[in-house]
């Protein structure tokens, strides 16, 4: 596919360059939404629009739900109002939400006035749940049943709701109040009777409130394996319906967040061929001006020992080495504790749990790693700067593991992204405390 | 959920230890498969045995399908060969594909023994494709249909599949020899007349090779939405079918392995707390010993320049700094072209745009970081030194930002996993040219 693509790219940008815009429609053309997606995706903000605008009503809306919403936002900003209206029309509800999300207010606004009255309450009623929250992303287009319905009922309700329905294959089983009391799907009803009635069908259901963060009920509904997970108020009454497909959408847009705040760089939110230069550098210019901050303590701590760097120099030789070994066990014990949280193995009650287990692990990390050190630096060095780096070793991987380990489980007690406070956070706090203990160790053991 | 595991999981250890079966069996009754799964997920190995033994036989294969494979290979060798082959019997094919890998040859060839021969065929067909392919994952239980047949005719297929295949939901569609020529929706199938051709309502299929890597076509599933993809041999015959749940399953899968590989730990395939120590030290301690070896290559570097040190002690109090920047800007680097390699909006071919790319943010953040340094530096330390600094993080900052970005590319294109190549790997190398082209612009600069 990737071969294709690079290819068309080659084609297409000279005929946009010298806008060939009939050739370049005939192009488009021949390929399918998805191959449009793809290659949209690997042009210049700039050229987008142009390509965008070239392709039929139908066709234009099936790429644009294909988009990553910030790119879908970067590309709204490229077209004329009277297109977008008409872009945003043709999306789904939950589609719409994740888009006005991008958008100044004022343009949320005009767009939500261009929706027919019953289009606009379905938005807002997804719009009125808080960012992040489940609410925003499932989808008021459901078909459900009734406890007291027969099989036959059911499946006129799931005629019609062949053309509207984000999903016919899992349906909510309702009281007369609107609980959820039960799931049934299709499958369940070929195999019944007509006249059977739901409630002697219906399974348990495993339900989410809107309010739920979305990451939480994307992950259970796909840990479970289910198609789609009813979504209630809080007063287990059917609001929306999160479909797998939609779950796994969300799933990949929370794990590029975790990876990429685990490598310090704030999410792009689009693809990187479709990403600007310079909103690439905005992306990481914060973090590491953070982590540049942070890094000034290691200066200030080796200030203080300047004169015991001036009388050993041969300690200075040891600095990456050490800092760097500290700083990648804190990243492990981090990474691990930061995806067993976001798989749910681990939840912020364990904190202490977690502390022994990877206080064990650093200690025998350290032990390990320190001996190999004292042998192979006390054979070239000699046996006393042999000691100062075993035992900084020793020490420094138990304080990394450590800190490594509950560092994201604060986070989460303290509301904040545990991949936030992640690997180059801890690097970066590892590292001064690192050059504390070494220096000490150095003047107690060489006594100077 | 995780507070009552937590209080579950504090009323069931002294049962174990006091060795009150009735009792531990009368507590799991009360629990469904998820929570039972929860709760032996956060006991010690030795203990989920003893728990495991007390299910019920539909409840055991229940929950122990919702392990993790790594999971699973480890309660296996606690649990006896009478045990394991009615687990194994219990299981659909593609998750005895999963738990073969897991388990040593000898004990494989016996369990396969113990199936049905109809059973043992669809197993072997899975185990037949090259590990990492989607052959090993996908589900041969399908129901197909053909492109003659009517509506009626297929949906009479649709119920004799009802309890044997893994979806109902997508249809394949077949000419005479096999091969795929389309998709059709049970949605489809409703909404059309009974004596309606299927030719005439099915879509265009996208299908996967069973030679193609899982990722690849569970990635593929995930961002097209589909609820199943048909997989095809090399001649575009059908061979078996990829859900949607399985593919979230693999994606799962894949972000744990990379989110682990980021940050040099190798994959745990269990859950946190069922991991013993000591296998979270081996996870970690040869990517720590790997690392240092690295490390040792800044001491050899700061060796050679030991006598500019002694001269300017100062210069060794930026080490930690300028290292540390270095290596935050090639793990960015790193971590958005590995995620934009796994999402596919990256390819080999890529390889040039990605270095200019990067060359391009490297050099920006370069001189933005360059200059903040220059002049707090010098304000400091006199404006020598703070040229030196300045200097030394905008070469640094331009290193390693097209280091970052192509390693993985590189890796990709010599069949390595890109996130093995990554972010630690980057640091070790980036601080040790670093700290050359550190020396060499003091010496220039400096005069030394």
Redesign the interface.
């Known amino acids: ?3 294709n ?2 290819d068309l790219q080659n084609t297409l940008i000279p005929l946009i360059q010298r806008e060939r815009l009939e050739d370049i429609a005939m192009l488009l053309g021949e390929l ?1 939404a ?1 191959e449009v997606t ?1 290659l949209l ?1 690997r042009l210049p903000a700039n050229q987008q629009a142009v390509v965008f605008r070239l392709l039929p009503k139908d066709r234009a809306i099936a790429v644009f739900e ?1 988009f990553d919403p910030g790119h879908q936002g970067d590309l709204v900003k490229g077209l004329r109002a009277a297109e977008v209206t008409e872009i945003f029309a043709g999306l789904e509800p939950d589609d719409r939400a994740w888009l006005l999300e991008e958008l100044p207010a004022g343009l949320t606004a005009k767009m939500l006035h261009g929706l027919t009255p019953s289009e606009r309450q379905m938005t807002a009623d997804v719009l009125g749940y808080p960012k992040g929250s489940i609410g925003r992303r499932m989808s008021p287009e459901y078909v459900a049943t009734r406890t007291g319905s027969t099989v036959a009922e059911t499946m006129a309700r ?2 019609a709701g ?2 509207e329905a984000e999903t ?2 899992t349906l909510p089983v309702l009281d007369e109040t609107r609980h959820v009391m039960g799931v049934v799907s ?2 369940d009803l ?2 019944a009777e007509p006249d059977t009635v739901i409630s002697q069908i219906m399974s ?1 259901p495993v339900v989410a409130t809107a309010y739920d963060t979305d990451e939480e009920a994307a992950r259970r509904t ?6 789609a997970m009813p979504i209630v108020d809080l007063e287990n009454r059917l609001v929306g319906i999160l479909t ?6 969300i ?2 847009f929370e ?2 967040e ?3 705040r ?4 704030e999410p ?1 939110r689009r ?3 479709a990403t600007p ?2 909103r ?2 905005s ?3 914060i ?3 953070v ?2 901050l942070g ?2 303590l ?2 200030q701590v ?2 203080v020992f ?1 004169d015991t ?2 009388q050993v ?2 300690l ?6 050490l ?3 500290g ?3 804190g ?2 014990a ?7 949280l976001a ?8 904190v202490r ?2 502390f022994t ?1 990877e206080l ?2 650093g200690f ?2 350290g032990i ?2 320190g001996f ?2 004292f042998l192979i630096v006390g054979l070239l060095f000699g046996f006393n700067i042999g000691l100062v780096i075993g035992l900084t070793i020793a020490s420094v991987c138990s304080l990394a593991a450590t800190i490594g380990g509950i560092m994201p489980i604060v986070a989460r007690l303290i509301r904040v992204d545990p991949a936030v406070f992640s ?2 956070f801890i ?2 706090f590892v ?1 001064a405390t690192g ?1 504390i203990l070494y220096f000490l160790i150095a003047k107690a053991v060489l006594g100077i």
Chains 1, 2 share one sequence.
């Open positions: 596919m990737t071969t693509l690079t399918d998805d793809g995706e294909r799931v005629r062949l053309d016919i294959y299709l499958r070929l195999r348990d796909a840990d479970l394996g289910l198609l797998i497909d939609d779950a796994a959408r799933l990949e794990e590029t975790d990876s990429s685990q490598g310090g760089v792009l693809p990187y061929f230069i310079r690439l550098v992306s990481r210019i973090w590491l001006l982590l540049a890094a000034a290691t200066v080796l200030s300047e760097l001036a120099t041969t200075a030789l040891f600095v990456p080495l800092i760097g070994t700083g990648n066990t990243n492990q981090a990474t691990t504790v930061t995806r067993a798989l749910g193995d681990v939840g912020t009650r364990d749990r977690v287990r064990a692990v025998s990390l390990i790693l190999i050190g690997n180059p690097t970066t590292d050059l």
